[in-house]
């Protein structure tokens, strides 16, 4: 049986470096067909992630954002278009029901920068079908992400579907509860590394389970393009939803799209429950957080003595860490 690794379980070996100044390491990436983003950094499209305030805040940092589906047509064209008239890129989700390629049409119409099929188990026969109804009516031009899938085979599979970029991570996010409810899933960082053999063109896009800058650097090491985040900006002011005032001070939900209340909320019924519902300390701005990351993604470039993420990625030289050594990495100082 294999043993698959994921973030906690590897470490970035040091490197003679010879960067000057972190502020000059490049970690700007490409999104096929749309452009280069200056911090490799997309927002969930989950409902308590990103709506329009969570979309300037991505663009405004350089990073980019997904709308969620999780409403009707016309409000998410709307919100594509109070977004694209002011000039920002924006992607927006949609799923594989009925309404599939009558919500892609109007987010064409309205701007939409590219679309995103979301969903859970990508590696599916009805994503090759949307896809392929996809290309046929909306045509080349558009980037189509699509996801999510664990696997090589999955990745390659999407990819000569017509994915453009591809989210992989299933059952690592952190309000996820897919390997509880089913059984499956796959270590994120395991994953990445494993799709990252592909020898398709399209971008590969880590999702569920980054916690930290460390994650996102590991998950670029490990040949990932962009991440994608939910905890890492939930409770940030512009996060959809109102202010908890709790015995613990304020917060927000933060919640998965698979779970109880998500469901009730946006079909009005409960199949599987493969997620959770929980609440976050309020954050401030996400621009804050954001750089917060950007410095941390850099520093860890320069620690492999990179000076951008391709350089980074043929550099990066990573060593499976012991349970002890995993205690050595957390800051342990209450434990002396
Ligand atoms: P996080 O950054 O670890 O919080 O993970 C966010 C990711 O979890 C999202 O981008 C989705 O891929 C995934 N996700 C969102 N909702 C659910 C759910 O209800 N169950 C399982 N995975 C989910």
């Not at 980019?64 to 709307?78: F, V």
């Not at 002011?237 to 469901?263: L, N």
Request: net charge neutral.
């Amino acid at each position: 049986m294999r043993t698959a690794l994921s973030f906690d379980d590897v470490l970035l070996v040091p490197q003679y470096s010879d960067v000057q100044t972190r502020s000059n390491i490049e970690i700007k990436q490409e999104l096929k067909k749309v452009g280069t983003y200056s911090l490799p950094i997309i927002s969930s499209p989950m409902d308590t992630i990103t709506g329009e305030a969570m979309a300037m805040a991505m663009n405004e940092s350089g990073g980019t954002a997904i709308l969620h589906r999780y409403n009707n047509i016309d409000e998410q064209s709307r919100m594509v278009m109070n977004l694209t008239s002011k000039g920002l890129s924006i992607g927006a989700a949609i799923g594989i029901g009925d309404d599939c390629i009558e919500r892609a049409l109007a987010l064409t119409r309205a701007g939409v920068t590219f679309l995103c099929i979301d969903v859970a188990h990508g590696h599916h026969s009805k994503v090759q079908k949307a896809l392929k109804e996809l290309r046929h009516v909306i045509g080349e031009e558009m980037h189509i992400m699509a996801g999510n899938v664990a696997t090589l085979e999955a990745f390659n599979d999407l990819a000569d579907w017509g994915a453009d970029s591809i989210r992989v991570g299933i059952g690592g996010g952190s309000i996820c509860s897919t390997r509880i409810q089913t059984g499956h899933g796959m270590p994120t960082l395991q994953s990445i590394m494993d799709c990252a053999q592909s020898d398709r063109d399209a971008t590969l896009i880590a999702d569920g389970g980054i916690r930290t800058s460390g994650d996102i650097v590991k998950a670029l090491a490990a040949g990932a393009d962009f991440v994608m985040l939910g905890s890492l900006l939930a409770g940030t002011d512009e996060t959809p939803g109102i202010v908890i005032d709790t015995r613990d001070g304020r917060k927000k939900v933060y919640r998965g799209m698979a779970s109880r209340q998500a469901q009730w909320k946006w079909r009005n019924r409960v199949s599987s429950v493969e997620g959770i519902s929980h609440t976050v300390p309020l954050k401030g701005p996400a621009a804050e957080v954001l750089e917060e990351l950007r410095i941390g993604i850099r520093s860890g470039i320069s620690y492999s003595g990179a000076t951008n993420v391709t350089s980074f990625q043929s550099k990066a030289n990573f060593i499976q860490q012991t349970t002890s050594g995993q205690v050595e990495s957390s800051t342990h100082i209450k434990r002396i």
